[in-house]
């Protein structure tokens, strides 16, 4: 599971602002070890991962794309779509998105997610649902809140529903020569007796190096 545009791995999904321009671009990279929302998507003994993907952005906001990463024995490959707005120093934005794998037996999600912004400071709620194969879907939330400061970021995010878990994560990025580089630190709780916890349960540094070009 991922979320959509890449250069601060860790902020909170589906919170840019609204795109100024028309066009398309693709991005490249690596990450340490791949995390998101307080899980090792990667596996235990941090497996660096390859990433890329393909946007597409409107100037009224509107956008689409999609986003693959290595895995150690699997490729997730995600699709999104949704709108991104803001007026005055208030942003907004709605979307959906699916996390997939060409592993099938991986199972796959779905959400639609909403955000919101004034500020440095942006909140997000996401509704999902989980399909494996041979087992119940599972229905999930995420609410996540960040803040910002000069490429400094805070995240705390928080699951719910069906599933349970939450994490804190402190992170930093910046661009030098073309680069997008970023470094996060990942603490997750450890309640190990949560019925059906969706974070890790280790601390964990990671680091990411990412490229973007505009196509037209």
């Known amino acids: 599971m991922k979320k959509f545009t890449k250069t601060l791995i860790a902020s909170a999904l589906l919170t840019a602002s609204a795109a100024s321009f028309a066009g398309v671009s693709a991005n490249v990279g690596a990450m340490s070890d791949y995390w ?5 998507q990667s596996g235990d003994g941090g497996n660096a991962s390859m ?21 150690p024995s699997d490729l997730e490959y995600d699709l999104y779509a949704g709108y991104n707005g803001s007026i005055e120093d208030f942003s907004y934005g709605v979307g959906i998105i ?11 999600y779905f959400e639609y997610n909403l955000s919101a912004g004034y500020g440095p400071i942006s909140v997000g709620y996401n509704i999902g ?3 494996s194969p041979g087992a119940a879907d599972v229905d999930y939330t995420f609410a996540s ?3 910002e400061y000069e490429g400094a970021y805070l ?3 928080v699951y719910g529903d069906e599933v349970d878990g939450s994490y804190f994560e ?13 470094v996060a630190a ?5 309640d190990s007796s949560a019925t059906n916890n969706w974070v890790s349960d280790s601390d964990q540094l990671t680091f990411t190096i990412s490229k973007s070009f505009d196509l037209f």
């Open 36 to 40: 998101y929302r307080g899980l090792d």
């Open 51 to 71: 990433m890329g993907g393909l946007d597409y952005e409107s100037e009224m906001g509107f956008y689409a794309g999609t986003w693959l990463a290595s895995l």
């Open 98 to 108: 699916g996390y997939y794998y060409d592993e099938s037996a991986t199972g796959e």
């Open 129 to 131: 649902t989980y399909e």
């Open 145 to 147: 809140i960040t803040g």
């Open 155 to 157: 995240t705390y995010g």
């Open 170 to 182: 402190a992170g930093y990025g910046m661009t030098y020569e073309g680069l997008d580089m970023s």
């Open 186 to 190: 990942i603490f997750p709780d450890d």
